[in-house]
């Protein structure tokens, strides 16, 4: 979880489907931990646009929650997450998640608002 953890910025905020949302390094990574114990995460890079000259990147993202645990090398299930959307920011010579949403009509919405629909 430690790496997780590294990879947020101290104001990272991850809106989930059920429109509640943590806010705060501590809180996204101490509530996705909890998934951790239940699900392997992956994530896949659909769209990316760059803003080079203001330090930042935002996504469009396909996710898989695979529920664990694994039995003959196959998940116990497999609940796609489509799209989601995320905003990076470089800071310490370092990329940083700042904002992330797998609220599908949320992240549709921004999505179209940053030409990347």
Known sequence: MPALKESLTPDAVWVFPQSNSKASREAVASYVAIFLNSFDLRFEIVRVKM?????????VLRGQHLGLPKQDGKYAMV?????????????????????????????????KAEGLD
Not at 51 to 59: D, K, M, V
Not at 81 to 96: I, M, T, V
Request: charged share 30%; net charge negative; glycine share 8%.
């Open 51 to 59: 803003y080079p000259t203001e330090g930042r990147a935002t996504l």
């Open 79 to 111: 609940w796609d997450r489509e799209p989601l959307f995320a905003r990076w920011r470089l800071e310490g010579g370092a990329w940083r998640l700042y904002y992330i949403t797998d609220n599908p009509t949320e992240a549709s919405d921004l999505a």
